[in-house]
């Protein structure tokens, strides 16, 4: 009977690469989520343009 030399690290980053994806995927939405609610502060006004008012 012959066995297979099997490399534990190709073996280990087999299993481990679904996870590495979601925790890519995890990490690329919640990046996109807080882009999209970042509030810019609002420009404040020159007296200029309030003396017109």
Do not use: C
């Amino acid at each position: 009977m012959q066995y297979e030399t099997v490399n534990e690290a190709t073996l280990t980053a087999r299993r481990l690469r679904p996870l590495i994806f979601v925790v890519v995927a995890a990490k690329l939405a919640v990046s996109a989520l807080l882009l999209t609610t970042v509030q810019f502060p609002t420009e404040v006004e020159t007296p200029e343009i309030v003396a017109l008012r």
